[in-house]
């Protein structure tokens, strides 16, 4: 009986030592996949309140459903999600994701908010998400991606495919 109540109080000690994950609320954009639930943020990084020119946006994972993140690996920069800058000011940069050279993304201000716009069919749309479904079995390959946000100019909602 006593081993039990020490395990359970220690168990009890453990969870209120786990601190809680804290995702920021807004995001330049995000990118989630078919395979399963978790997605991959991409916020601004700031250095001294403008735009970081080397390093432009922060991308992590958020898995578990929101319960943990965690830096993209070696791939995931190298193969698919990882950044790589075009040009950087301290207020704008172009950037595009390297599995998706040919969408380039201006990192800037609109309206007061740091945002990622892209240019699609005439239209400037302020991108909030980009959804990719993947081709199973394997699920490594990329069937289309899904780019969903609104214009810069009316604020229509608007949704494009690209296929890779």
Not at 31 to 52: A, H, M, Q, V
Not at 73 to 85: C, I, S, Y
Request: aromatic share 8%; hydrophobic share 40%.
């Amino acid at each position: 009986m006593n081993s039990r109540f020490l395990a359970v109080c220690l168990l009890a000690l453990l969870c209120l030592s786990i601190k809680a994950v804290t995702i920021p609320k807004e995001h330049v954009f995000l990118f989630e996949r078919s395979t399963n639930g978790n997605y991959i943020c991409y916020d601004i990084n700031l250095k001294d309140g403008k735009l970081c020119e080397k390093e432009p946006l922060t991308a992590y994972w958020v898995l578990g459903g929101g319960t943990r993140t965690e830096g993209l690996t070696f791939l995931d920069r190298k193969m698919a999600f990882g950044v790589k800058v075009v040009s950087a000011k301290k207020d704008e940069a172009t950037v595009y994701l390297t599995a998706h050279k040919d969408l380039k993304i201006r990192i800037c201000r609109h309206k007061g908010k740091w945002v990622g716009i892209v240019r699609l069919d005439g239209h400037e749309m302020i991108l909030r998400k980009m959804f990719a479904q993947m081709k199973p079995p394997l699920s490594v390959k990329c069937e289309y991606v899904d780019l969903f946000g609104t214009d810069a100019t009316t604020g229509e909602k608007l949704r494009k495919r690209i296929t890779p």
